[in-house]
């Protein structure tokens, strides 16, 4: 999997990807499989272990929503619903708990650290309803988008409404190094969504600008939620960074993985239309790959697949090439990177479950 064939090119994938490495990490670490790097404790399971300190999420969260306006609240519960995965808060209550026990074995998590969690899940949730507003989507986790039924300006609304009471959550944790933190993810959101809008003409800077978008949207959130908690449970610097590190390589993976199954997974998997991505105009990993099999995919890129036929002819070639497959070792890639740096905190069944959460992330059919 090391090289694709290519018809008129000579960069190699390695080249490619090591463009890609580069990008985030200093050094590119020997590629091996993910699970050989779990520990031989006991498997955990990350959402088993998880359950308890999430128990009332959504609840909880829909007090901080407290609105006198019928339809806002009505809004504002329709993505609260209970039946999200809350990967992210999940998450950040594991690394809460494997930061503490690394720094005085204690096992509990703090309140302001379940506070993070819980900021960080309407972060989340107000991101995709300006998303769906963006894309104009018409269905989001199985079911009519907030912007389909309320319209767009209503939409835009509710989602400034989750993301101010979000902030007001994130003022009463009284912690400024906490805040700039936090509020750093969503100049990042925005910055990744202007990044979205806008595409590059050279090949290689077409890559590191998809990258960096991939960030922004995506892992910026967990990379930060991670560190904020690590920085609430433990005063060490070292600490702070490895948790900054597990959530930005398993938040770039995680999204690599989902513009796969934009390809590869049916719209009732998904819960929201396949090939969603090209219909947009978003050349992904899995475009740009196959784009080094069939150079005639630039042209489509660069008018974003505006043109009849397009979006049929581009996930074809995307299917017909490696691209998948590239962009899934990819993904496999940053897992690694996110197993590297998280098993250098003592051992925990937290930790393990940060680890198993990495092959999870590669394995999601949805």
Excluded at 38 to 61: A, M, T
Excluded at 118 to 142: F, K, P, Q, W, Y
Aim: glycine share 4%; net charge positive; charged share 25%.
């Amino acid at each position: 999997m090391c090289h694709f064939t290519q018809r008129s090119s000579t960069l190699s994938f390695p080249k490619i990807c090591n463009i890609f490495w580069r990008f985030h990490h200093t050094s590119i670490p020997h590629l091996c499989s993910c699970s050989k790097t779990v520990s031989d404790e006991k498997y955990q399971d990350p959402f088993q272990l998880g359950r308890k300190d999430l128990k009332n999420l959504y609840e909880d969260i829909k007090k901080e929503l407290l609105v006198s306006t019928a339809e806002l609240k009505e809004m504002c519960d329709y993505y609260f619903d209970g039946k999200g995965k809350a990967f992210r808060p999940m998450i950040v209550v594991l690394m809460a708990r494997a930061c503490n026990i690394h720094h005085n074995n204690s096992r509990e998590v703090q309140a302001s650290q379940r506070s993070v969690a819980i900021i960080a899940e309407m972060i989340h949730t107000a991101s995709l309803v300006h998303d769906d507003v963006i894309d104009d989507a018409n269905s989001r986790r199985g079911k009519m988008t907030v912007n389909q039924i309320w319209g767009e300006r209503k939409a835009v609304l509710a989602g400034d409404f989750i993301l101010s009471a979000a902030s007001v959550a994130l003022a009463r944790i009284g912690n400024t190094t906490i805040i700039s933190v936090l509020t750093q993810v969503i100049e990042d959101l925005v910055r990744g969504e202007f990044l979205q809008l806008g595409s590059k003409e050279n090949e290689n800077e077409r890559f590191a600008h998809y990258l960096e978008k991939t960030f922004k949207k995506t892992a910026s959130l967990i990379a930060n939620s991670c560190k904020a908690v690590s920085i609430l449970g433990c005063p060490d610097p070292k600490v702070h960074e490895i948790a900054y590190q597990y959530g930005k390589n398993v938040g770039i993976a995680f999204q690599l993985i989902d513009d796969v199954l934009d390809f590869t997974s049916c719209a009732d998997r998904l819960g929201k239309p396949a090939a969603a991505d090209l219909k947009l105009g978003l050349a992904t990993g899995p475009v740009l790959f196959a784009c080094r099999q069939f150079p005639e995919m630039n042209a489509m890129i660069m008018r974003r697949f505006s043109k009849p036929g397009d979006v049929e002819r581009a996930r074809r070639y995307v299917l017909q090439s490696d691209g998948v497959q590239q962009t899934t070792y990819l993904a496999q890639r940053y897992c690694h990177e996110a197993t590297r740096e998280i098993s250098k905190l003592r051992p925990s069944p937290e930790r393990e479950a940060l680890i198993q959460l990495t092959e999870m992330v590669l394995m999601r059919d949805k």
